[in-house]
């Protein structure tokens, strides 16, 4: 979900100035290419509500970002924590990236642009998959669970058939009789709770 826009006093890093920031978007960061003597970096809510109210996914586009490969870095970094983050805007040419790293990643360029867009064909075919895969571990597990019900149950038979003829050497009423009796009741209960 797009964080609701907070305005604040912070310190701009690069320039000690206090100044008024504002949060402009909370998900995880999807991917970033260099392109164009720039950075784009995708960041999505990581949600798929189906009729978002706000706009689920932001691109940030730095042109000529400050230390290229320092920022590739921490983004890289950033990605393989695959955790939440804050994205906030200190100036029209600084933006912070708050994550689990030590300290926020600082993009700083000559000229930043931020747009918020809807899901494009790449978000619904990561649903599908995502979905396709949840499916597939779902059925794999209901497999193996079914199969194990299905060794209950026959464990449970050969015992009921074991027990009723030990149950049948005595008489009833006798204390063997009436033991063997309880148990094979007990394990015809189970069976009728695995079924």
Do not use: W
Request: hydrophobic residues 40%; negative net charge; aromatic residues 8%.
């Amino acid at each position: 979900m797009v964080a609701e826009i907070i305005n604040h006093a912070a310190k701009n890093p690069s320039t000690g100035i206090i100044m008024a920031s504002r949060y402009i978007f909370e998900g995880f960061l999807e991917r970033f290419e260099t392109k164009n003597e720039g950075v784009e970096i995708r960041l999505s809510t990581g949600q798929f509500d189906p009729a978002p109210r706000e706009a689920p996914i932001l691109y940030i586009y730095a042109k000529h970002p400050e230390n290229i490969a320092a920022l590739a870095t921490e983004l890289n970094a950033i990605l393989l924590e695959d955790d939440y983050v804050y994205v906030e805007e200190i100036a029209e040419s600084e933006i912070l990236i708050h994550s689990n790293l030590e300290t926020p990643t600082i993009i700083t360029a000559r000229e930043i642009t931020t747009r918020l867009e809807n899901y494009e064909a790449c978000d619904f075919e990561f649903l599908a998959y995502k979905n396709y895969a949840l499916a597939m571990q779902y059925h794999e597990a209901q497999s193996k669970a079914n199969e194990k019900i299905h060794v209950a149950l026959q464990l449970s038979h050969n015992q009921m058939q074991r027990l009723a003829v030990k149950c049948n050497l005595h008489e009833t009423g006798s204390t063997p009789h009436t033991l063997y009796a309880q148990q094979l009741l007990f394990l015809q209960r189970i069976v009728e709770a695995l079924k």
